[in-house]
């Protein structure tokens, strides 16, 4: 990974940190799936990446889930529980983040038991337009913030999509400065997910990040 440090042998003996994507865009060659894509290339071994495909999850209908969740809402909330920290990829339409990444949303904050959205340590980031999803991110934060999940806004990641291309048509990251600043973003929320997650295991983690980084 660009900017986490090299396997130590302490590190081959830790749980790995589980962390899962969700991309907000359905299309297959999506920018925001292809930052996912490339968080999973990035991260070390230690850290097991999964991306959660929310494209059949139903709009959001009381009725059906008073009948009970469908399937795919089962496996998204399975999914979210099963993870230490979560990472929301959102595109930027009209000003917002997409109406079915807001609808899964909806459905997973209706789980309020133990490892739920609820206390769940998360982030956003996000590639589109001029704004790179700015605007997308600020409405995702005030949702995720009303299910009580932990956000992790910095250092944050905004893609502009369309200029210098970053991406190549298969919407697969090509831009070498935007899959540094990935790798800092993804750097930032395994030490904070590990500080609210692990806290007994964090202090000897932080240690081998001070002195992977000063080069020692
Ligand atoms: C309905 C719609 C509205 C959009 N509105 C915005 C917008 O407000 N701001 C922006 O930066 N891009 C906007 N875009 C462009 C998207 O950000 C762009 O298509 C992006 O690539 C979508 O993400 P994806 O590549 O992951 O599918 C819009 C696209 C669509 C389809």
Redesign the pocket.
């Known amino acids: 990974m660009t900017n986490i440090h090299q396997e130590s042998e302490m590190e081959q003996d830790r749980e790995p940190v589980r962390m899962l994507g969700i ?3 359905l ?1 297959k ?6 930052l996912l894509r490339a968080a999973q290339e990035i991260v070390p071994d230690w850290v097991d990446f999964q991306i959660f495909d929310i494209r059949d999850i139903p709009f959001y209908d009381g009725d059906l889930e008073a009948e009970g969740d469908p399937a795919s809402v089962v496996a998204l909330k399975a999914a979210i529980q099963n993870a230490e920290t979560v990472i929301f ?1 959102t ?6 983040t997409s109406g079915v990444l807001k609808n899964a949303i909806d459905w997973a904050s209706r789980d309020r038991t133990e490892g739920s959205l609820m206390g769940k340590p998360v982030t956003i980031i996000g ?7 700015a ?2 991110q600020m409405q995702l934060l005030e949702t995720l913030g009303e299910t009580g999940s932990l956000v992790m806004v910095k250092p944050g990641l905004q893609v502009m ?1 369309f200029g210098d291309q970053q991406f190549d048509g298969d ?1 697969n990251l090509i831009g070498e400065k935007t899959r540094e600043l990935l790798a800092n973003h993804l750097n930032a929320l395994v030490k904070w997910t590990m500080q609210i997650v692990r806290p007994h295991e964090f202090v000897a983690y932080a240690c081998e990040m001070d002195t992977a980084t000063a080069g020692v």
């Open positions: 991309s907000g865009s299309r060659a999506s920018f925001n799936t292809g990829a595109p930027e339409y009209n000003w917002g590639a589109g337009g001029r704004a790179g999803t605007r997308a999509a919407g």
